[in-house]
């Protein structure tokens, strides 16, 4: 039921005059058209949509369908490089992996929480994860073959998620846009940890240095494909600009994150496995050579080369987590105030 936008509506919610224009919906209030008018008129002046905010349930749904992706791609994405914790080089390398592989999680847990304002249940959400009726980013299904995966994870994989994680900081829908602030922050660290990582192996031995190469040989084209499908057959990206919950399309941030990438490439030392790559004078940019977006869809259809393995992991570990669940599920009733009050009576 739409509601008043009222002052949980965040920092960007101004209060003007679409704000004031959002109505409630209880019995006499206005109809569909008003509150759509309203909410468009909200999203046209950059203030933030709130829970509590009458919304159109597209736009629900949509927000679910990339926040329950974006949340599951948190915490399949801990998998790969939880993989290489226990062969970490060094304690250094060793305490860095694992704060790293925490933040993770604590990402998805944001995401979760955030999505859970819209009506979803977290169980729902992860329901839908094991029954594969959700997806997560199709870049957790390849495999972390060599201690630099971890570094090449970090530079590319991390810097594309910045790169698309950045302008979601100025979604319309504040739990998101929120949540998106302080990941960005810790996205940030992780990268450059990656690109440290790499640094490191390519100024060392041959052997290193033919390590860190062949990592970023295997990530490099996977890192492209995170953007999402060419602008072209994107179903999602016309109507969710419009609602201003994406900010750009697939295509430019993925040649924003290439522009990027190419001279970090030169100052580490690698060279990226694209031969197609050149400056392009005219737009201002590297064109590249074409991406395999048949292997995409492979991945997306469950076909790549960890999906199985990966669901798989996921799922065990939700079962094995049961009693956790169970036991904080109980000591929460045990002190909640309904408890304390139920306790009190009976004495
Ligand atoms: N993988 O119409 P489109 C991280 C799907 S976490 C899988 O362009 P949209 C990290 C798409 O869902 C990285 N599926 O969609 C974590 C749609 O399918 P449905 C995750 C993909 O939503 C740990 C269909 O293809 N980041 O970085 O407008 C450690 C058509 O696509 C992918 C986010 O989730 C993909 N790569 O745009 C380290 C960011 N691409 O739903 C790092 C938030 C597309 O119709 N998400 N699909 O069945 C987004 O920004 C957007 O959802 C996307 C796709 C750009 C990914």
Known sequence: ????ASSTSGTSSTGGTAGAAR????????????????????????????????MPDAYRATLVRQMAQHAHSEIIGMQPEANWITRAPSLRR???????VQDEVGHGLYLYSATETLGTSRDELLDKLHSGRQKYSSIFNYPTLTWADVGAIGWLVDGAAITNQVPL????????????????????????????????LSKGTPEQHAMAQDAVDRWWWPSLMMFGPPDGESAHS????????????????RQRFVDICVPQAEALGLT????????????????????DWTEFQQVLRGN?????????RRRTAHEEGAWVREA?????????PAAADATAVAA
């Open 23 to 54: 109505a409630t919906g209880e019995t006499g209030g206005p109809g569909e058209d008003a509150l759509l008018a309203a909410f468009d008129a909200a999203v046209a002046a950059e203030e933030r949509i709130e829970p509590r905010d009458w």
């Open 238 to 253: 016309a109507q969710s600009m419009a609602w201003r919950i994406k900010r750009f399309s697939n295509d430019d941030l």
């Open 328 to 336: 904080a599920a109980a000591y929460a009733a045990k002190h909640s």
């Open 272 to 291: 990226l496995p694209d031969p197609g790559l050149r400056w392009n004078e005219e737009k201002g940019g590297y064109d590249h050579g074409p991406i």
């Open 169 to 200: 900081c100025r979604c319309s829908y504040g739990p998101y846009a929120r949540a998106m602030v302080r990941v960005c922050k810790e996205e940030s660290f992780h990268q450059r940890q990656g690109f440290e990582l790499l640094m490191a």
């Open 94 to 100: 060793k305490a860095i992996l694992m704060a790293k």
């Open 304 to 312: 790549g080369p960890c999906n199985e393995e990966r669901i798989t």
């Open 1 to 4: 039921m739409a509601t008043v």
